[in-house]
């Protein structure tokens, strides 16, 4: 029976009909940015990673492909870094189900978005006290980020809001309908759907500064979280540069990756950087300098470390 399977082996790699490495890229929703750089990656993969097929899935955001990569399917996945850490230490939403990752690379940083429009009158954080507040779509890293945002604002997330959890595109909606004041949201620069929100008509747009909040947070949680600025050109109608907190965006596998096609997916993403930055613009912002171990909670993968370290990276 040995036998017969290794001339089939044989067999089907002389008539070339070996199946295709399949791999699924866990993204965001449509509005985020996630899901456009995830299929911009799926293409890439696919055609310059010979044996790969790759196809990026919609998904509720980072909790949700953190779930995914700890159920054992071929996947890799965007995610904010709060959220892979709580996900492999087994905490927040992952106690009990602790998740085995390795960092493949640092993207770029997420920015939090605290976005109302100027007809709700909300100018600061302890404004946003008995108002109607998305806080993110179920299974996000949003979420994760806006209750840890709020708390270090002081206020309290279930008494001093009357909150939704919806996603980016929802909470674009919804403020349009006026079903809500505000929302939170984690994304790159710039995100679809804000975009659409600062460009529609009988509306100007409001980004509520946070970045005091900071340090409460860091001191809290570790060190994830830094001060940050989303330029007043990002988005049309803003009065002036949003003064922030980002967080580091990481793109993750399971730890069980073999370490031949970790650095292949590596090896693409820098070889065909050009291609990627087509699909979205914060593919620009990734770089070698940037692949260090303290920008990211996740050990690297061995095969990463082996791609970053033939282009002269040494990993700490």
């Known amino acids: 029976m040995k036998l017969i399977k290794t001339l089939a082996l044989f ?17 965001g929703g ?12 799926a293409a890439v993969l696919s055609k310059q990673v010979a044996g790969m097929s790759a196809t990026a899935e919609v998904t509720g955001g980072s909790v949700d492909n953190l779930n995914l990569i700890g159920s054992g399917k071929p996947y890799i996945a965007f995610s904010m870094s709060d959220a892979a850490k709580d996900a492999l230490v087994g905490e927040g939403k992952f106690v009990g189900k602790k998740v085995g990752l390795s960092t493949l690379l640092v993207l770029y940083p997420n920015r939090m978005h605290v976005v109302t429009v100027e007809s709700t009158n909300i100018k600061t954080m302890a404004d946003l006290k008995g108002k109607r507040v998305s806080t993110g779509s179920p299974g996000s890293a949003t979420e994760v980020m806006a209750f840890r945002l709020i708390e270090a604002a002081g206020l309290n997330k279930d008494k001093d809001l009357k909150r939704e959890r919806l996603s980016v595109a929802e909470s674009v909606n919804a403020i349009k309908d006026r079903k809500i004041d505000a929302f939170f949201w984690v994304g790159g620069l710039p995100t679809a759907a ?17 970045a005091t909040e900071v340090a409460a947070m860091n001191k809290k949680y570790g060190d994830l979280y830094f001060k940050d600025v989303i330029p007043m050109a990002t988005y049309s109608g803003m009065a002036k540069d949003n003064q922030m907190a980002s967080v580091s965006n990481i793109l993750i596998s399971s730890s069980k990756m073999s370490d031949d096609e970790a650095y292949k997916i590596v090896k693409a993403m820098f070889d065909h950087k050009a291609e990627l930055v087509r699909t979205h613009q914060e593919y620009a912002t990734l770089a070698l300098k940037d692949q260090k171990q303290a920008a990211t909670p996740i050990p690297f993968h061995p095969g990463a470390i082996k791609y970053l370290t033939e282009q002269g990276i040494k990993i700490d």
Do not use: R
């Not at 067999?11 to 993204?27: E, H, K, P, R, W």
């Not at 449509?30 to 990656?41: D, S």
């Not at 975009?195 to 500064?209: H, Q, R």
């Open 30 to 41: 449509t509005g985020g940015v996630y899901y456009p750089m995830g299929g911009g990656l």
């Open 194 to 210: 804000v975009t659409d929100l600062a460009n529609s008509p009988g509306m100007k747009i409001v980004m509520i500064d946070h």
């Open 11 to 27: 067999f089907a790699l002389a008539c070339g009909t070996v199946q295709a490495q399949n791999l699924s890229i866990a993204t």
